[in-house]
């Protein structure tokens, strides 16, 4: 028996030795594979600053929401500012002990790893809140046991970190909740178009349903599952005293509205264009698409929508006239406050959906007529006057790219008028004395004087110059108009008045740029005359706006573009009509017809109910009863009051101080006509 239990002793003392040298072993290897997934494993140090990415929102003037830039559209929400039912919802439906585990629960892995056993491959990860956090924000979503350690571990380093509360800050603002949101804020706003402070517990239940499976559970694509996981998250919460059965019942009982899952028709696309450039531009995509900046601009909605409509309107009418089946006409249309630069509307074209291409800023195009203030502003500033006269009569120019190697222009109504003051060449727009006057003040100070106004494309350096032949931009039209009617004074157009970041730091802020450029007398005699334009020119059409308007039309050759610009004292806005093709817009399409209606269209919704305003006349300028045809001295009927400079008045006039005019007589009268 000795012998028996001699050999039993050291066959227990070798068996206590291997299982001594197993325990180390497994230590060792329990202490590599802890040491060989901690090294791997990120710091969780920088939770407490977690800064995700969000959406950049764009604002209008009056800081209603536009327009937003993301990547992930996350909108970033505080715990403590949601209803403790939203919380709870979750919490029952995704981790019913998240307030008494350490990162991990043990029965939920334990439950889990049966399952897997039993099925040969994970189909259950029973993961809590914490680790659905550290897998989301530093893990793969793939389905490996390594991975699940590596979560296990990290939720537990960040359950020691943060406390429950910064734990489920994290989780409802980064969780992806379907139909790209990211977050309970994004998703409620989504799914029910509220925030997320005023769900109901129905809504919330159901929000609280989709991280599980958000395609599946979605109430926009299978309303019947949303509804039951609905139901089953409601359940959870009565089983864990969140709420009562009576809560329940009125919960399922509740009717859900759902926002429209049609995208939301954009207001301003162009603009929002035009900006999210600039900002891509300045400070880069990645600051754009994650940064969640707040970007608040000049756009003011109720303008905006009436030059939409406007715009619409009015090409449609150009179709139905000339009988276009395919619509291929495009139009543009700008805005500005006259004294600030502000752009209070802006539309690029007809459909964003199908062409980006901004043909208010990216498309030169021949200004045609529409030029002509320039060269006549220029001649003012030279000396000529209002009852100047130039001669309009046949003219030609070699030019050997011409048939007969002559250039012979003609006016548009292909008649000459004979001796023409600069006023009755403006109001009808004389194409030959327009070139004789540019002949007689000399072409690169013309263009000098164009630069000066605004006008910042290439223009060519010859006598075409005087028609509109050098191409430029709609937006460059309306700032150097903007002179015109700000009394000489050149803002600078401007889109964003101020962009912060989501610290409220402010990366940039726009004040007004208003430089004075030309003499305010001379801009005014201008704007004067072109006052006639509206009255009695080529611009009658937006006669019926009822308001003291100055304005100039335009139209190219073959009637390719037409164009209509036109201002108050305190709006200038300009349209652009033509084909991307350029192509003639048809017969008589020219910019009283086709442009000059959707400027009166817009103007007049723009400008309904504000203070009728009249140009205010600067000192230095005199009037003077004239003879409209011929510009001399009269005081008989029909005569109507000339403005000049002091000093510069015909022989024989009698000046006349502005005060002593009233702003009704300064008017063209309508037997001028």
Known sequence: ????????????????????????????????????????????????????????????????????????????IKVAELPNFVVQAFVAAE??????????????????????LWAGRIVQGGSTITQQVAKSLYLSPEKRYIRKIKEAILAYKIDRYLTKEEILNL?????????????????AQGYFGKSARHLTLPEAAMLAGLPKAPSTYSPFTHFDRARQRQSYVLERMVEDGYITGADQERALNTPLTLRSVRPKEKIAPYFVEH????????????????????????????AQKAAREAVERGLRELEQRQGYETGLVQG??????????????????REFSKSEFNRATQSRRQPGSAFKPFIYTAAFDKGLTPSSHFVDAPISFPDPSQPGGLWQPKNFDGKFTGATTLR????????????????????????????VMGISSPLSRNLSLALGSSGVTLLEMVRAYGVLANQGRRTTPYFITKIVDRTGHIFEENQPKVEQVIDPRIAFITAYIMQDVVESGTGRRVKSIGRPVAGKTGTTNDVRDAWFMGFTPSLITGVWVGFDQERSLGHQEVGGRAAAPIWLYFMSQSLAGQPIETFPVPEGIVFVKVNPKTGEPSSGGGSIYESFLEGTTPLGA??????????????????NE
């Open 424 to 451: 009755n060449a403006i109001v009808q727009s004389r194409n030959v004395i327009t070139i004789k006057v540019l002949q007689d003040i000399g072409v690169d100070y013309a263009a000098s004087y164009a630069n």
């Open 1 to 76: 028996m000795s012998k028996y239990r001699s050999d039993n002793r050291g066959f227990i003392s070798l068996l206590t030795v291997a299982l001594g040298i197993a325990v180390i072993m497994v230590l060792a290897l329990t202490g590599y594979l802890l040491y060989f997934f901690l090294g791997e494993l990120p710091s969780v140090d920088t939770l407490k600053d977690y800064r995700p990415s969000i959406a950049t929102r764009i604002y209008a003037d009056n800081n209603e929401l536009v327009d937003e830039f993301f990547l992930e559209d996350r909108k970033i």
């Open 275 to 302: 900006i999210r450039r600039y900002v891509v531009e300045k400070y880069g995509s990645d600051v754009l698409y994650r940064e969640g900046l707040e970007v608040y601009t000049t756009l003011n909605i109720e």
């Open 332 to 349: 543009a249309l700008v805005s500005m406050d006259v004294k600030t630069g502000a752009i209070k509307a802006l539309v690029g074209g």
């Open 95 to 116: 981790d019913s002990r998240f307030f008494e585990h350490r990162g991990i629960d043990i029965q939920s892995i334990s439950r889990a790893f049966l399952k897997n």
């Open 171 to 187: 989780y409802l603002n980064h969780i992806y909740l379907g139909h790209g949101t990211y977050g309970v804020e994004a998703a």
């Open 654 to 671: 009698i000046p006349v101080e502005a005060g002593q005019v009233k702003p009704e007589e300064m008017l063209p009268r309508e037997e």
